[in-house]
C-alpha cells in the first residue's frame, strides 16, 4: 500500500535549461526603418505685383511723380494720327485737345521729335540707374507703349486697305480703337504718376516690369 501511495505521488516538474542563442551579426540585421506615411502638400506660389515706390510706406518724391506724369506725353503725341477718323465722325471731340495744340505744334517742329524723345527715354531714365525705380518703371512703360503704336502703322502700309470697301472699315474700327486706347493709357498714367501710385497699363506692365 505504501508503494502504491509513493507511485501515485506527483513528480516535482524538472527545470528549464536556458539556451543562450547568440545575437545575429550586423550584416544580418535589418537596418531599414518604416516611416509612418507623410502627406506631400504642393507647394502654393502667392504672385504679387512688385511696387516701384521708393520705399515700405513712404511717399514718392514730387520730381519722380513729374518726371513719370511727363514721361506718358510721348505715346499719346504719337498715337494722336489714329484719331483722324474719329475727329471726321464726331468733331465735338477734337475740342477736348484743343488746349494740346500749342504743346503738339512746339513737338513736331523739332526734326525728328519722336526718334529725340524716345531714345532720350530709354537712354536717359530707363538705363540710368541715378534715377529711382518708380521712375524708371514708369518710363519702360511709355516706351514701350510707344513701341506697340507702330504695330497697326505698319499693318496698314502692308495690307493697304485702300479708301473703300470692308477693309477700309476695318481699318478706321482699328485705327480708333487704338486712339481710345491710347487716350486711357495716357490718362491713366498721368493722373497715377501726379498721385505718387504706380500704373500698371493693362498689355504693357509685364512686358515694362521684365526690362528693369
Known amino acids: ?3 502504491l501511495c509513493l507511485s501515485l505521488r506527483p513528480t516535482p516538474p524538472k527545470p ?12 544580418f540585421r ?32 514730387a520730381t519722380d511723380r513729374l518726371i513719370s506724369a511727363v514721361a506718358y506725353t510721348l505715346p499719346f503725341f504719337n498715337s494722336l494720327q489714329y484719331g483722324r477718323y474719329l475727329f471726321m465722325q464726331y468733331p465735338n471731340v477734337g475740342v477736348v485737345f484743343d488746349p494740346l495744340l500749342p504743346l503738339l505744334g512746339v513737338y513736331r517742329s523739332v526734326p525728328y521729335a519722336s526718334f529725340v524723345a524716345f531714345f532720350a527715354l530709354y537712354l536717359g531714365v530707363v538705363r540710368n540707374p ?38 477700309f472699315r476695318l481699318m478706321v474700327w ?29 498689355f504693357v506692365a509685364d512686358a515694362a516690369g521684365r526690362q528693369l
Open 174 to 202: 482699328g485705327h480708333n480703337a487704338v486712339f481710345v486706347f491710347s487716350c486711357f493709357c495716357f490718362v491713366y498714367g498721368l493722373v497715377s504718376s501726379l498721385l505718387g501710385k504706380t500704373p500698371y497699363l493693362p
Open 130 to 167: 541715378a534715377f529711382s525705380r518708380y521712375v524708371r518703371f514708369n518710363s519702360m512703360q511709355a516706351v514701350t507703349l510707344d513701341v506697340l503704336l507702330v504695330v497697326p502703322l505698319l499693318l496698314t502700309r502692308i495690307f493697304n486697305p485702300g479708301r473703300a470697301g470692308i477693309g
Open 30 to 61: 535589418s537596418t531599414v526603418q518604416i516611416s509612418p506615411p507623410q502627406h506631400k502638400c504642393r507647394p502654393t506660389t502667392n504672385i504679387t505685383r512688385m511696387s516701384y515706390k521708393g520705399g515700405s510706406g513712404s511717399a514718392t518724391p
Open 1 to 3: 500500500m505504501a508503494s
Open 16 to 27: 528549464f535549461k536556458t539556451i543562450f542563442i547568440p545575437p545575429l551579426p550586423s550584416i
